[in-house]
Structure formats: structure tokens, C-alpha cells
């Protein structure tokens, strides 16, 4: 079982403990009618509302799913991915609180998993899951960042309580209805309906969508860079191809959510208009008003592409801040426009103070 169905089995366990509202009891299939079924289907519906609401939005039913998928999916006790998850969360935490103060009624528990494979999950009540295998294949913290950001953006928006409640109010009046010619009663509908959706949230492609576009915005408060945006989907395509069914949590999933190359090209179109449509990337080639400026050398742990995006979202925080009014230069190595670092030339690219001069040509 994955890490996703591991914590949804769990979020299962501890929603089905919960215990039926008085007067919430199951139907005799003998003794049913439509009207007794539908009067029970609206309690049932209200009953679920309420539980759904209770896990996701109040610090006991976080507590509750916290305690439930530790217990499934294990902790890994490794003080540096610790350190490493909470500086992440911690500055992702304080710049989504710049824009929307409801963090603070219901702040994010994390942990690390041991699980080996590239995956992290929000579950309903802000509880956020990272496998080791997260830190294993991105070595950078900015990239990381992104999925995490995007993972905060279902959980600001209750992306997840909200599919659920549809698709559950939907199968329970399937169910009710089932019930009128020898369904199982109320007991095993509510039951039924939970173990059976869970497992199945569906985030359309509209919230994707949000979830990205509020993970932009999260990561470039928290100050890390906006260009890793683009490149962690550039990474994935290098490593999965455009599709992949089953990476990281909700954002990889579904056959009608957004390509891995319509993702990259949406936050590339972003960093585009953040530049004030200055800087640009076409085909791992980093364009400035339109001139070649460089198409950076691979490293041992990121690809010529990937790294593209990297220099783009420097640019185009110099542009937005300004920087573009002062000159390019080089210092200890490292290229600077203004007082933003745009990169740090390695083996195979042009020397900081040649790619000064070509910027000061071109921007």
C-alpha cells in the first residue's frame, strides 16, 4: 500500500470511529420506504458534513488524523530531513499568513515518512506527509518548496473536504435509494460511503489549477526561487515523461488534471510576466528582450533545462524589484544584476564577468 493509500486508509479508520448522531439508526431493509430512506439519507448527509468539517477545519480532529496516519505510514526520526521539512513549512507557513490570516486558526502538522518514493500528501486538517524520498531525488529546497506549496494550496482552500463532501453526498443518495428495495441500512451506508470515497478524492482540474497558482505565490513570499516553479515539472518530465499516474499525491494523479508540460509552460508564462515580460525561456535557452543571453551548462545533479528556469526566476525578480535600472556584474564568482544573484557559472558556462557584459548589452 502507498503512502496515500496508507493515510487515507487511516483517515478511514478514525472518521469511522466517530459515532452516529441520536436518532441516526439503521433502516430494516423489511421496513423501509422512500420516505423514511431520504429523511435518513439528509441526516446521514448532515452527520457526514459535520464530521468532514470537524476533521479538516479543528485542532482535535487534526490531532485525530495526526495520530491515525503516524500510525499507518510509520515517522522516520531523522534529525536532518526534519530540520530541512520544517525550515520549508515554516517559511511557507509565514508567507501564506501575509495573504490569509486562517492559517493561524489551524497551523500544519508534518512529518517525515520513511517511504523511499517521491510523494508528499496534505490530508484533510492541515496534516502534511513527506517521504524520504522527496529529500533523496530533489536536492534543493526551492524545488521541494513547490509541491509543498501546492500541497498548502488544496489545504487553504479545503480542496480536499469539498471533493469529498460532493462525491459523497452523490453515493449517498445512490445508496439510500438502494436501500428502498433491500439496501443495508444506515450504519453500512455512512461506512460504505467514507471507505469508498476516501480513497478516491478527485481534485478537479480547476483546483489543480488554484493549487498552482497559489504555490507561485507562496514560494516567492517564503523567498525562494520563483524559477523552480518551471523546473520541478521540467524534472519530472525528464524523469516520468508528461504523465504519470501515481508521483506526488493529488498533483500527479487524475487523467484530467494539467500535463507536466502544461504546468511547466503555465509557471514559464508566469516568470515571463513576472520579468514584465523581459526575460524568457524557449527550448533551454535563456532569452533577454528577446536576445540569446545563455543556455546554461548541465551539473551533476540538474539538467541544462532545468537549470534554465533557475536563471529566468532571478531575472525576473530583478525586473520586478527594479534591479534592471542598475548594472550587471560580477562578483566572486557569481553574476548579479542589481543586488539579485542570477547565477553562478560552473564548468561549461561563459565566466560571471562575460555574461555581465552580455547582460548589460541586452537587458
Known amino acids: 500500500m502507498n503512502m496515500k493509500k496508507k493515510a487515507a486508509a487511516a483517515c478511514v479508520a478514525v472518521m469511522a470511529a466517530v459515532s452516529l448522531p441520536m436518532g441516526i439508526v439503521p433502516v430494516q431493509p423489511v421496513q423501509a420506504d422512500l420516505i423514511t430512506d431520504v429523511i435518513g439519507g439528509l441526516q446521514v448527509k448532515s452527520a457526514l458534513s459535520k464530521q468532514i468539517k470537524h476533521y479538516d477545519t479543528t485542532k482535535e480532529g487534526q490531532d485525530e488524523i495526526y495520530q491515525a496516519v503516524t500510525k499507518r505510514t510509520g515517522v522516520l526520526d531523522n534529525e536532518y530531513y526534519n530540520e530541512r521539512l520544517a525550515s520549508i513549512m515554516n517559511r511557507l507557513s509565514h508567507s501564506i499568513a501575509q495573504t490569509d490570516s486562517s492559517i493561524k486558526t489551524l497551523p500544519y502538522r508534518w512529518y517525515v515518512s520513511p517511504d523511499k518514493t517521491f510523494n508528499a500528501a496534505c490530508t484533510m486538517g492541515h496534516v502534511m506527509i513527506v517521504n524520504k524520498g522527496m529529500f533523496d531525488l530533489v536536492s534543493n529546497d526551492d524545488e521541494i518548496a513547490v509541491v509543498l506549496g501546492h500541497e498548502m494550496g488544496h489545504g487553504q482552500k479545503h480542496h480536499v473536504a469539498n471533493s469529498t463532501q460532493k462525491k459523497v453526498n452523490v453515493e449517498i443518495g445512490k445508496m439510500v435509494l438502494a436501500d428502498t428495495i433491500g439496501g443495508s441500512g444506515l450504519n453500512n451506508l455512512i461506512l460504505n460511503t467514507i471507505s469508498n470515497q476516501i480513497e478516491t478524492v478527485h481534485i478537479d482540474r480547476a483546483a489543480e489549477w488554484e493549487a498552482d497558482n497559489l ?149
Not at 510576466?273 to 528582450?289: F, I, P, Q, R, W
Open 215 to 363: 504555490s507561485f505565490g507562496y514560494i516567492t513570499g517564503a523567498g525562494y526561487n520563483p524559477g523552480a516553479t518551471a523546473a520541478i515539472w521540467q524534472r519530472v518530465m525528464e524523469k516520468y515523461g508528461d504523465n504519470t499516474s501515481d508521483f506526488v499525491g493529488e498533483i500527479f494523479s487524475p487523467s484530467d488534471h494539467p500535463s507536466h508540460q502544461e504546468r511547466r509552460d503555465s509557471y514559464a508564462k508566469k516568470l515571463y510576466e513576472m520579468s514584465g515580460k523581459h526575460a524568457s525561456v524557449k527550448d533551454g535557452t535563456v532569452y533577454v528582450n528577446g536576445k540569446k543571453f545563455i543556455k546554461p551548462a548541465a551539473t551533476y545533479s540538474m539538467s541544462s533545462a532545468e537549470r534554465s528556469y533557475f536563471v529566468l526566476g532571478n531575472l525576473a525578480a530583478a525586473y520586478q524589484n527594479g534591479h534592471s535600472k542598475q548594472p550587471a556584474t560580477a562578483s566572486g564568482g557569481t553574476l548579479y544584476l542589481g543586488p539579485q544573484n542570477i547565477m553562478t557559472p560552473v564548468n561549461g558556462d561563459p565566466s560571471a564577468e562575460e555574461l555581465a557584459a552580455q547582460l548589460n548589452k541586452i537587458k
